[in-house]
C-alpha cells in the first residue's frame, strides 16, 4: 500500500505560467495513476470499477463544499483534507473516465429546507449530459419531500443520498416516512451518511437508523464508509436486514485507518457480507490518490471474488448495468 497523501495548497492566485506547470504535472501524475487503476481492474478480469459514492454538484456549492474541508470545519473533527482532485467538473469526468470507471453517482445533500428540490433539478441535467452517472436524488424533511421525491423518481433517478451529519435531521423523521415508503416500494437504493465519523453529529449512528429500518425493513440502504465509526453496530444491521449494503468509501485508507480503524476482529463478517459491499470513494474529495483506496481493498486479502464482487459485480447487479 502506498500510504501517499496528495496536499493540494493554494497560494493566491497563480501566474500563467505557473498555472500551465500545476496543469502539466497534474495530467503527468493522473496519466500514471490511470494506468495503475486500470492495471488493478484488468487483472481482475473486470471491465471496469462502478463508484456509488462520488460527489458532483452545482459549482457554487462544491467550492462551499471544498472551502468547509479547506478550514477543517467542526464536522471534520478538525482533520487537516487537502482536495485531492480540486478540478473543472468536465475534467473531473473526464478523470473517472480514464481511470475506467463505468458508471458513478452525483451525491448532493441539503443542509436547510427548501434546497432538495432544487438540487434534484441540478443533478437531473447532470445525469442527462453524463450518461455515466446514475441519476442521483437527494432529499431533507420538509412538508414537500414526498412531492418532490416522487417527481425525481419519474424523472429517472436510480439511487438517492441522504446526509444525516449534514442534514442534523433523524432520518426516522415522520416528514420522510412516505418518501421512504416510495423508495422502499421502488426498490431504489439510498446512499446514507448515518455513521459518526469523522464527527459525531446530532442524529448520527445506528440508533435512529434502526428505528428507521424498524418501519422500512425492505428499504435498500447502503450505508456510507461502512458506519465508521461503528462499523459492527451497522454491519449488525446489515446481517439482520438482507435489503442493506455498504459502501467502501474512505475505510480502511491509511488516512482513516489512523483515527478511525476497522476492527480486524470484523474481517470475517466482511467477507460474508461479500455480496452486499459496494465500492464508494469520494471522488474528487479525498485527501489521498484514487488508487489508495482500491490498493487498501486488496490489502484486506478477502480474496480476488470478492473484490470483484465489491469494485464491480454487486452495483452492476443492484443497478442492472
Known sequence: MTGRLQTIKNFGKPSQKEAHQVSTTHRGTERGEACEIRRFWTGLNLPGLIDVHTHFMPELVLRKVWDYFDTSGPMLGGLAWPITYRREEAERVALLHDFGVRAFTSMLY????????????????FAHRTPTCLHTATLYPEPDTTAYVQEALTAGARIFKAH???GAYDPADEQLDAAWGLLTETGTPVVMHCGSGPAPGKHTGPEPVTRLLARHPRLRLIIAHMGMPEYEEFLDLAEHYDQV???????F???TESFMPFPAKALPRLADLGNRILLGTDFPNTPYPYIHQLQALEQLNLGRDWLRAVCHNNAASLFHL
Do not use: E, Y
Not at 245 to 251: K, S, Y
Open 253 to 255: 485508507t491509511d488516512f
Open 245 to 251: 449494503h455498504l459502501d467502501t468509501t474512505m475505510a
Open 164 to 166: 444525516i451529519q449534514v
Open 110 to 125: 441539503p443542509h436547510k429546507p427548501g434546497m432538495a428540490r432544487w438540487l434534484n433539478n441540478w443533478a437531473a441535467d
